[in-house]
């Protein structure tokens, strides 16, 4: 896996289906880079994910989904 720094501005936020519990869940945070992961199912075997500060540490979407829900979706936009 292969890690660029993001450009200022863009935050990842946290979804999930109304009525999951997600009181344990950090809510997302800033994107600090985009990561290159391997995906057999991409097209050509890799896709592009965020790399986001929450909850004190840095997270791709799949190690986030692993720690708190696989019922979890993942947002990018620009900050507040």
């Known amino acids: 896996?292969?890690?660029v720094p993001?450009?200022?501005g863009?935050?990842?936020d946290v979804t999930a289906q109304p009525g999951s519990d997600t009181a344990a869940v950090p809510g997302g945070g800033v994107v600090i880079g985009w990561a290159l992961v391997a995906d057999e199912e991409a097209?050509?075997?890799t896709r592009v994910d965020p790399v986001f500060l929450a909850a004190g540490r840095a997270?791709?979407?799949d190690q986030f989904r692993a720690a708190h829900g696989q019922n979890l979706g993942l947002v990018v936009g620009r900050g507040s």
């Open 1 to 3: 896996m292969g890690v």
């Open 6 to 8: 993001a450009f200022a």
């Open 10 to 12: 863009l935050r990842a």
């Open 43 to 45: 097209a050509g075997g």
């Open 59 to 61: 997270w791709t979407p």
